[in-house]
């Protein structure tokens, strides 16, 4: 019984330690969506700089619900991850898992998406502001500062469709162009064929499209070339298939970012932080305006 009682000490002690281990080398990443190339770039990104530093990550697809986002953050808080890193469906409603994660010892760090409120450690992500001004800008350069244009905006209540639109506007207002509507599609290349397909009826005269992502850029794409005018589209976020339509000439040209690399950095600052380091609470990454 006296060696029974040993082994099984000796086992659950095993089991402990194993357990802890992975515990230590565990960070977790909230994704808004997987259905998207750009988030699926960060996650690569992410998974890569995970295994090149020795942590397990686990990865989990809120599918642009704020409810499920909840429930995933809830799910890793007791799982003993040491790093949450989200990439907010809402900058709002992810305020309510962030401050649930803030009652333990867990940093939180969020990826391309800012939070209203909450301790978020650092916050990576592109100057939406800027790319968004850089769009403006590229239209004013290439059809005159008395164009008539259009914006697609991304989902409501999140920081890069705020920001994306706040510096468009800056470029709007800046150089007179005549802004004929803006409405949401919501990132979504099937919103984004719709929605335009709707404001071109309504709209004849549009001479420029910014989108305030790639995905709605080809979908109101697919509605331009179905009417048969010539209007020039403006994406944001440089995903592979954005670039290749600006390689083909079918957009004029996207604001690039860089979605592995914001991924990977959320991993290299999570590190950082679990190392006793100090970090920037914003970290931009860099980004650029590509045309054929």
Excluded: C, W
């Amino acid at each position: 019984m006296k060696k029974l009682a040993t082994l099984i000490s000796a086992t659950f002690l095993s089991a402990t330690m194993s357990t802890g281990a992975i515990a230590q080398d565990t960070l977790a990443l909230v994704v808004s969506t997987l259905n998207n190339p750009f988030f699926v770039s960060m996650k690569d990104g992410a998974e890569k700089k995970a295994e090149e530093l020795g942590y397990n990550l686990i990865v989990l697809d809120s599918q642009n619900d704020p409810s499920k986002e909840l429930s995933n953050v809830e799910d890793l808080s007791v799982r003993g991850v040491k790093a949450i890193l989200i990439n907010p469906t809402d900058s709002d409603a992810v305020s309510n898992a962030i401050r649930m994660v803030n009652r333990t010892d867990i940093p939180v760090l969020t990826l391309d998406r800012g939070a209203s409120r909450g301790d978020v450690a650092s916050h990576i992500a592109s100057d939406n502001i800027v790319g968004g001004e850089l769009a403006g800008n590229y239209i004013v350069e290439a059809l005159g500062a008395d164009s008539k244009v259009i914006q697609l905006e991304g989902i409501a209540g999140t920081s890069a469709a705020r920001e994306r639109g706040e510096g468009f506007m800056k470029a709007v207002k800046a150089n007179g162009l005549t802004l004929l509507a803006s409405q949401p599609a919501d990132f979504d290349r099937t919103k984004g064929l719709n929605v335009m397909e709707n404001l071109l009826a309504g709209n004849p005269d549009v001479q420029a499209v910014f989108a305030q992502n790639d995905e709605m850029a080809l979908g109101a794409l697919k509605a331009v070339q179905a009417s048969g005018k010539q209007i020039m589209i403006v994406g944001f976020d440089g995903t592979d298939d954005g670039l290749a339509a600006v390689n083909r000439g079918d957009l004029a040209a996207t604001v690039a970012q860089q979605p592995e690399l914001i991924g990977a950095l959320g991993i290299e600052t999570a590190d950082k932080i679990l190392k006793g380091e100090s970090v920037e609470s914003y970290i931009p990454v860099p980004l650029k305006i590509v045309t054929k």
